[in-house]
């Protein structure tokens, strides 16, 4: 039997019973049982975890939500959230159970108000990342939340997982771009703090409580948006560099000489670069000759007026490869260059999962050590595991690194699987000596959460478990993830 918010235990008919009036809250368009229409809600997006549930809502409404949690609270039913599911750690996946229901926030994907005077845009959970994206510059605006996933991931998902992406170097993960939040609680009351202020001191910043906590305190129903003046000029250059202490130098350089508009820095290994080339169709190698390391760096300025933009990055450039740090390099010509760049970052992923098994990190340290912890990374794995190629790529300007593996499709699976723990300790151990994290923009979900609980300071788990008691006593909120 469940129990209920009050202690006391409810039979399974209470359940069916419950189930109906959910159906009831969101109408006949906004529930699933069916087992084909369920199943692409039932395994992640990496597809290393798969759920059962038997009933999939779909509010259109906060105060639907709300009625649905109210209901589901009362007869002990576990809710999980679920945005665009393109999450990299199981966080949107139900138990093998059964028991539980997804909640998604899919049908909620208004966009409430944009005001551009106020640099703000107040948003539904559900909507698409890169439909936020076009509609702010519609609004000669700029929303800076770029990743991979932008055309299908939804905000309420971003948000809830405190998603990073590309421009983190300029602008701050997720939680850095959000004035307030709307949120459901697990007892189904609404806490709205949809306030479009940057100054408000009054006491405890709780959207920062939801921010990152993957559903597990409550649902993101609603955001107010930051939104920043429309840049007018962008550049990439793509370098070949000496090595991973001189892109490390040249960060520093181009933050201070482009008056820190440096909107990207990404570190991609040659090794990286010929994956993508082997299986991606159409990609272009960036320069001539091939080098061992290069770091993608785009620069932009809002600046109506041509200001000099391009010369500046070049005399950048032309400097640092007097210097040395820089081998070659080459600064796009127009748009459809600047995408072909963009085209071989973006790439990796779908190569990697072609080439065969990855086991992958996501990891930061402080950008100052990681030349230092590249190489021990890579020594560590070295000792556990000899069938794979360590290809770290990434967010070199925030520090974090997609510290992955590559293996092999030749390496049967089970080979694998018998080293996946080997690696990722011998990964994260290195990550905890240089005071770092083990997951950087990719959240805990199923994936890392024993993983959280081996490094992390026990006084913040603590810390973690009280609020969630506080919160979430009947622990409905999408058990199982997290803590």
């Known amino acids: 039997m469940?129990?209920?918010?009050?202690?006391?235990?409810?039979?399974?008919?209470?359940?069916?019973?419950?189930?109906?009036?959910?159906?009831?809250?969101?109408?006949?368009?906004?529930w699933i049982d069916d087992a084909e229409e369920l199943e692409p809600h039932l395994i992640d997006f990496r597809r290393r975890f798969r759920g059962e549930t038997r009933l999939l809502v779909r509010p259109k409404s906060t105060a639907e939500v709300a009625d649905v949690v109210r209901v589901a609270a009362a007869a002990g039913i576990e809710i999980v959230p679920q945005g665009g599911n393109t999450g990299m750690c199981g966080g949107a996946i139900p138990s093998v159970s059964g028991e539980q229901i997804i909640l998604s926030l899919q049908r909620?994907?208004?966009?409430?108000?944009?005001?551009?005077?106020?640099?703000?845009?107040?948003?539904?959970?559900?909507?698409?990342?890169?439909?936020?994206?076009?509609?702010?510059?519609?609004?000669?605006?700029?929303?800076?939340?770029s990743l991979g996933a932008q055309g299908?991931?939804?905000?309420?998902?971003?948000?809830?997982?405190?998603?990073?992406?590309?421009?983190?170097?300029?602008?701050?993960?997720?939680?850095?771009?959000?004035?307030?939040?709307?949120?459901?609680?697990?007892?189904?009351r609404v806490w709205n703090g949809l306030k479009g202020l940057r100054k408000d001191n009054t006491g405890y910043d709780l959207k920062h409580l939801f921010m990152g906590a993957e559903g597990t305190l409550g649902i993101i129903t609603g955001a107010v948006l930051k939104l920043f003046p429309k840049p007018r000029d962008t550049r990439a250059a793509f370098c070949a560099m000496r090595d991973l202490p001189a892109a490390i130098e040249l960060l520093g350089r181009a933050r201070a000489e482009t008056g820190d508009s440096v909107e990207t820095f990404e570190y991609l290994p040659r090794s990286?670069?010929?994956?993508?080339?082997?299986?991606?169709?159409?990609?272009?190698?960036?320069?001539?000759?091939?080098?061992?390391?290069?770091?993608?760096?785009?620069?932009?300025?809002?600046?109506?007026?041509?200001?000099?933009?391009?010369?500046?990055?070049?005399?950048?450039?032309?400097?640092?490869?007097e210097d040395g740090l820089i081998i070659d390099a080459a600064i796009s010509q127009n748009e459809a260059h600047r995408q072909a760049f963009w085209r071989i970052r973006e790439s990796i992923p779908e190569a990697q999962r072609t080439d065969g098994m990855v086991i992958a990190h996501d990891v930061s340290v402080p950008i100052s050590r990681i030349p230092e912890f590249y190489e021990a990374g890579r020594k560590a794995i070295a000792e556990v595991f000899t069938e794979g190629e360590v290809m770290g790529f990434g967010h070199l300007g925030d520090g974090n690194l997609h510290f992955n593996v590559q293996v092999s499709a030749d390496v049967p699976r089970e080979t694998v699987l018998a080293s996946y723990d080997a690696v990722n300790h011998a990964v994260h151990d290195q990550v905890a000596l240089f005071n770092g994290s083990i997951s950087a923009e990719h959240g805990i979900g199923t994936l890392k959460r024993d993983e959280l609980h081996h490094y992390e300071d026990p006084l913040k788990l603590e810390l973690m478990a009280r609020i969630k008691q506080a919160l979430d006593p009947d622990g409905i909120m999408n058990p199982g993830k997290v803590i």
Do not use: W
Request: glycine share 10%; aromatic share 4%; net charge negative.
């Open 152 to 188: 299908s991931c939804t905000i309420g998902g971003n948000l809830s997982t405190n998603a990073g992406g590309v421009n983190v170097v300029k602008f701050g993960n997720a939680r850095e771009l959000v004035l307030g939040i709307e949120a459901v609680l697990p007892d189904g």
């Open 272 to 321: 990286v670069i010929d994956l993508v080339l082997r299986h991606i169709p159409g990609i272009v190698d960036p320069l001539e000759t091939q080098y061992a390391h290069y770091v993608m760096m785009e620069v932009s300025t809002t600046s109506s007026s041509d200001d000099g933009l391009g010369d500046r990055l070049e005399a950048l450039l032309g400097e640092a490869m």
């Open 108 to 145: 909620m994907d208004r966009i409430i108000e944009i005001d551009p005077t106020n640099h703000t845009m107040t948003v539904e959970a559900g909507c698409i990342l890169q439909t936020l994206q076009e509609a702010a510059s519609d609004a000669d605006r700029y929303f800076p939340l």
């Open 2 to 30: 469940a129990v209920s918010e009050t202690g006391a235990q409810v039979s399974g008919r209470d359940q069916t019973e419950a189930l109906e009036e959910i159906k009831a809250i969101v109408g006949p368009k906004g």
